[in-house]
């Protein structure tokens, strides 16, 4: 079955650090791959996604994620963080099924900036 | 406003009482979702309605919830004799039509629901 591995539930960094998320998935053929941020208080907002091609793709915000098949992983990136981008991050798998694309999300990543 | 829009934003209920949920989602948009978001446990897809086709169901926990489009717009998501698990957030995301296969769904804000 298609699912999506979040193995980090929470996170602290320092501002300006440099950040890494991981997300790994199973699914049997090439995947859409997304993340997308829920800050307190908003809706979920698509960070960047994968189709194909370039397997760095860059994303709003200042975040990259790199698609690596061989280790079935999407991991989400960021050079320097700020204050603002405390969030949740949600890595997603897209299954298109019947025409239309069901996200099937992961357990989430809870980033905490530290000053 | 140009988003999707869900209400309420808080709802508190007593186990066995029916709740409904209400999604009105941006305008144009054909194909409308419903998640829940539990605790700890990421979003778990519901439903899907794409224009007058046959709504995806799969993602149902139970019989006692249910959903629909009324004139392919506002979706109301009716949860019957509500169980304290039935306590979470609940996302409704709207999307384009021709976006099949983008991945960009908009999400409101979410109906947080409490059981007692």
């Known amino acids: 079955a298609q699912s999506v591995t979040q193995p980090d539930i929470h996170i602290t960094v320092s501002e300006g650090a440099s950040l890494e998320l991981r997300c790994n998935y199973s699914?049997?053929?090439?995947?859409?791959l997304f993340w997308y941020v829920q800050s307190p208080g908003q809706g979920l907002q698509l960070l960047l996604k994968?189709?194909?091609?370039?397997?760095l793709v860059q994303g709003i915000k200042g975040f990259e994620a790199e698609f690596k098949r061989s280790q079935s992983s999407f991991n989400l990136r960021k050079p320097s963080v700020h204050w603002s981008d405390a969030a949740e991050y949600f890595c997603?798998?897209?299954?298109?099924?019947?025409?239309?694309?069901?996200?099937?999300f992961g357990a989430g990543t809870r980033l905490a900036v530290h000053p | 406003g140009a988003g999707v829009s869900q209400s309420p934003s808080n709802k508190v209920t007593e186990k066995g009482k029916d709740v409904e949920l209400r999604c009105d989602p941006i305008?144009?948009?054909?194909?409308l979702y419903w998640y829940r978001q539990s605790l700890g446990q990421g979003l778990e897809f519901l439903i899907y309605?794409?224009?007058?086709?046959?709504?995806?169901k799969s993602g149902l926990p139970s019989d006692r919830f249910s959903a629909e489009r009324t004139g392919g717009s506002v979706s109301t998501l009716t949860i019957q004799r509500t169980q304290q698990e039935d306590s979470a957030v609940y996302l409704c995301?709207?999307?384009?039509?021709?976006?099949?296969?983008?991945?960009?769904?908009?999400f409101g804000e979410g109906s947080r629901l409490t059981v007692l």
């Open positions: 995301a709207s999307s384009p039509p021709g976006t099949a296969g983008t991945g960009e769904l908009f």
């Open positions: 699914y049997g053929a090439t995947p859409y």
């Open positions: 994968y189709f194909s091609g370039d397997t």
């Open positions: 997603a798998v897209g299954l298109v099924s019947g025409g239309y694309n069901k996200l099937i």
């Open positions: 305008s144009g948009h054909t194909a």
């Open positions: 309605f794409q224009g007058n086709s046959a709504p995806d």
